[in-house]
């Protein structure tokens, strides 16, 4: 496998022959990281986004990743939902159930999705007071640094106008620095209505691997680690963890930089 990596001062670089080895190279880091965290405390946290990503995590249930990680210590959550039933075809939650959940022994209490029984208001508010719960019980960790809770992974993808979550390019929702999950009722992508974490939750956390494959999301990546670096910086510019950033390319993404 041709695998080249590289820091770019904003992180590992990952660049990978095809999205195929892309998938392999995922599910070794993911697995590396959960031994890590689940010999050191009995909990693992995992925010998941939607998109192609759930597809890029299909090795991880495949034999030896499956085998070789304590499934039931992971929690998992969404870093952006659309507003829509468990079962719809745009469900983030469907996706990832279909895709991956279904798949190994995570206690389906471990599980968090959207209340869609709410408005995007208050399946945000009650997202934030799940999480709050979780802080108070000892699940999730805060950040000693910003107050914000820290999750030990996030697994994310990247939207080809250079979004993460549900923030996007020139949205006021990529400024907010209070609340630690938000909604939006003009995604530019749709459906329109979805919950998703702010920033602040997002750069608390310990771990990101941001995993971006094909020719199209080429020049966002160049925006970002290129030589020469926009001066509108994108929301997947603005990604910044606690403890380490890893970027997954395969060739067609990092054909620019
Ligand atoms: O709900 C969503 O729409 C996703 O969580 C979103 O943030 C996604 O990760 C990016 O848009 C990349 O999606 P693709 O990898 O499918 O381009």
């Known amino acids: 496998m041709a695998e080249v990596t590289a820091d770019s001062g904003k992180g590992k670089v990952k660049v990978f022959d095809s999205e195929e080895e892309v998938a392999v190279g995922l599910a070794k880091y993911t697995a590396d990281i959960s031994n890590k965290i689940t010999k050191e405390k009995s909990s693992f946290t995992v925010v998941l986004s939607g ?3 759930i597809h890029s995590l299909r090795k991880l249930v495949e034999a030896p990743y499956i085998d070789s990680i304590e499934w039931g210590k992971w929690h998992v959550f969404w870093v952006d939902e659309r507003v829509v039933p468990k079962d719809h075809v745009d469900s983030n939650y469907k996706l990832a159930y279909d895709g991956f959940l279904s798949k190994v022994p995570i206690p389906p209490g471990q599980v968090y999705a959207i209340n869609d029984a709410l408005s995007a208001e208050g399946a945000a508010d009650d997202y934030e ?5 979780l802080v108070t019980n000892g699940v999730l960790q805060v950040s000693a640094k910003t107050g914000f809770p820290k999750f030990d992974l996030m697994l994310l ?3 080809p106008d250079g979004h993460v979550a549900s923030l996007f390019p020139g949205h006021p929702l990529v400024k907010e620095n ?3 999950v938000t909604f939006i009722k003009d995604s530019p992508k749709p459906p329109p209505e979805r919950i998703t974490f702010t920033f602040p939750v997002i750069n608390s956390s310990a771990y990101i691997a941001m995993v971006v494959v094909g020719a199209g999301k080429a020049p966002a990546i160049e925006a970002t680690l290129g030589k ?4 509108e910086v994108l929301p997947v510019g ?5 403890d380490e950033m890893t970027w997954f390319f395969d060739k067609q993404a990092a054909s620019k930089i």
Do not use: I, R
């Open 51 to 53: 998109g192609s990503l």
């Open 238 to 242: 603005m990604v910044s963890p606690e």
């Open 228 to 231: 020469s670096p926009n001066s």
């Open 129 to 133: 007071t799940c999480l709050k719960h």
């Open 157 to 159: 993808g990247m939207g």
């Open 178 to 180: 209070k609340k630690w």
